[in-house]
């Protein structure tokens, strides 16, 4: 039969009918009580009783009608979208009908007063209020049930299959957005106790399951093609053991954020996602100590550099929560810099932030920039990161990473900074490439200054270290890499199935950019908890499976051997160092040998104008002898190592 209506053009028609006007429905209500007088009138009429006289027809039908009219304006009742009538729709129709039979006995009280007649029978009003509101308020469930189980089971057949695992408040309001969502996505089969206390009960027609077997077995069971977590009760560790099993056996995993974080209740079901790797990866949040910070940014002028990268405008975020008076956005990328200030534009802040555009290989530009705003605070984000083009392109790493670091930390002495936060990597912890040992130059430098100028005495400026490993989302990271060789079908490309990196989030790094930045006394190199490390094949092989696929079945992974400069694994300290704890359990001091400033400045000159000269093993041999412990991993300058030592 279903087939058969299917194919007719009625069917179609009706299939993609939208919203009626509410005219119409007014106009159908209208019908409605009009059928339901003239029921009433027969009904009565076969009891020898006269509802209404035929002599009165004239008067009363045209005043049952109006009050009707009335009554429906009053309340509404037309305004309801048919197909998603809801209990308040039932009490807007009882008011309206009990509103009716009560204008109706009054006028009909006035009329006998008058005339001596009744104009209805008053045992009829209210029977005919009864049948009225039976009428309309069936007539719209038989509507809903038509297009829920027959309209949208024909639509059901593409539907994702779906349990929400939960069955508070949060799970419930879930359940009702997804079912009136359009156009719909899933096809709601169940709802997963955690608990299992709700055996044999239901949830909007829907049974509970007991969460007794294991998922999959429910979701096999019930032929569910994906789970959607909503149960706000759940641990880290459970949510994470329910979608590793869930990717085990090929099932989707969608998340949906708590009820109090919704902006608008409205787009409930738009905020359904795919679980991020990201979702995956996440540690506890961070707790930061906000007094000390804001004692440090509020009410004064913060410089940033590199503003429109990955880390630089997560920084830019999050400094302007905490009422600087300027922030001076500065980057020479012109494009994505204009972005950030359009969203700046946006953000609620009472901060003045000005976007330039300068380059840190550029000390004279630098300097016009510190002459007009004058910063008491600077964080250094600016820096060349990618390792395999530094290690085609050693100059560079030099300008950017070196100079450009010692131009911000110079002229930052000069215009008698508060305090200059570099951000840095674990790349440059026993460097194995330019990049890193670009990156760990540019420390020795920041800390022999700062060594240099506190044995002097003539400066308190703080110079502040922060390095931190790899950065879910960041640009160039293998996140985002890996999710556009996905979408492109694959394969994934991995450099070699053993290699594991630490990640944390842009946010959580940042946070703790902020915190070491304002703890910090001057010449430390924090040192952030990076959590467990992470395998990046498995990293790949989940990232497949939460997108829907199956690793090397669906999507390729190709392992294409390590690139020049990479290491198997990174490290935060160097072999020679050790660390301190703070007062926040996520962030440790380096000790490190500090530098003799006037030896390093001038090995650091003799860098800077070898790279003048572009010839990359000149710059490469100059690199490692600054950095003794810089070894040359699977590249081109490994021959040199022994012309180093």
């Excluded at 909007?204 to 019930?222: A, D, E, N, T, Y």
């Excluded at 920041?446 to 400066?459: I, P």
């Excluded at 010449?523 to 990046?536: N, Q, T, W």
């Amino acid at each position: 039969m279903n087939h058969a209506l299917n194919n007719t053009k009625l069917w179609h028609t009706v299939n993609n009918l939208g919203y009626l006007p509410r005219w119409i429905i007014l106009m159908i209500d209208l019908l409605v009580i009009s059928i339901t007088g003239l029921l009433t009138y027969l009904v009565i009429h076969r009891t020898g009783v006269l509802y209404i006289k035929p002599d009165l027809y004239v008067i009363s039908i045209p005043v049952y009608l109006f009050v009707s009219l009335l009554s429906f304006r009053a309340f509404r009742t037309y305004s309801g979208i048919i197909r998603h009538s809801s209990y308040i729709d039932a009490v807007k129709i009882f008011f309206s009908q009990f509103t009716s039979a009560t204008l109706l006995l009054a006028f009909n009280s006035i009329y006998k007063s008058t005339t001596g007649d009744l104009l209805y029978l008053n045992i009829g009003l209210f029977i005919n209020a009864i049948f009225s509101f039976t009428s309309l308020f069936i007539y719209r469930v038989l509507i809903k049930q038509f297009f829920e189980n027959y309209l949208n089971s024909s639509k059901s057949q593409n539907l994702v299959k779906a349990i929400i695992y939960g069955t508070d408040a949060n799970a419930i309001a879930v359940a009702n957005a997804l079912k009136s969502e359009i156009p719909t996505r899933f096809k709601l089969v169940g709802f997963v106790d955690k608990y299992s206390q709700n055996k044999s009960k239901m949830i909007l027609g829907l049974p509970i399951l007991q969460h007794k077997k294991r998922i999959s077995v429910l979701m096999r069971i019930f032929k569910a093609e994906a789970l959607i977590i909503a149960d706000k009760s759940l641990s880290k560790d459970e949510k994470l053991a329910i979608v590793d099993e869930c990717l085990e056996f090929n099932y989707k995993v969608y998340t949906v954020p708590l009820i109090t974080d919704w902006e608008d209740q409205k787009e409930i079901s738009k905020k359904v996602k795919n679980f991020q790797i990201q979702d995956l990866l996440e540690r506890k949040p961070i707790v930061l100590d906000n007094n000390m910070i804001s004692a440090q940014l509020k009410g004064k002028t913060v410089l940033i550099t590199g503003a429109a990268g990955s880390i630089g405008s997560e920084i830019v975020r999050q400094v302007i929560q905490f009422s600087p008076t300027n922030v001076i956005m500065l980057d020479q990328a012109e494009t994505p810099l204009h972005h950030l200030s359009l969203e700046m534009q946006k953000a609620d802040t009472n901060s003045h932030i000005c976007s330039v555009i300068s380059d840190v290989r550029n000390k004279a530009a630098l300097n016009e920039v510190f002459k007009k705003y004058r910063p008491d605070v600077v964080y250094h984000a600016a820096a060349y990161k990618h390792v395999p083009l530094m290690e085609e392109n050693p100059a560079q790493a030099i300008f950017v990473n070196v100079l450009g670091t010692k131009n911000v930390a110079d002229l930052s002495c000069e215009y008698k900074v508060d305090s200059f936060v570099m951000v840095s990597t674990d790349k440059a912890v026993n460097p194995s490439n330019v990049m890193g040992a670009s990156k760990r130059i540019a420390e020795k430098y920041v800390q022999a200054l700062h060594n240099k100028l506190s044995s002097e005495g003539t400066s308190k400026i703080k110079f502040i270290t922060t390095r931190f490993g790899n950065v879910l989302g960041s640009n160039g990271s293998v996140v985002p890499l890996f999710t556009k060789q996905i979408e492109n079908g694959g394969p994934i490309t991995l450099t070699h199935p053993d290699i594991i990196r630490y990640f944390m989030t842009i946010p959580e790094a940042c946070q703790l950019v902020l915190e070491a930045g304002a703890m910090g006394r001057g010449g430390e190199i924090y040192i952030f908890d990076m959590g467990k490390p992470v395998k990046i094949i498995d990293l790949a092989k989940k990232m497949i499976r939460l997108a829907g696929f199956i690793p090397d079945k669906d999507i390729e992974i190709k392992i294409v051997g390590l690139r020049p400069g990479e290491k198997l694994y990174e490290e935060l300290l160097n072999d020679t160092a050790k660390t301190l704890p703070t007062h926040h359990e996520k962030i440790m001091i380096a000790q490190e040998i500090f530098e003799d400033f006037s030896e390093l400045g001038e090995m650091t000159e003799n860098l800077i104008n070898t790279a003048e000269s572009y010839s990359s093993e000149d710059i490469v041999m100059k690199m490692k002898q600054i950095v003794p412990e810089f070894i040359s991993m699977n590249s081109d300058f490994a021959s040199l190592d022994q012309k180093a030592v």
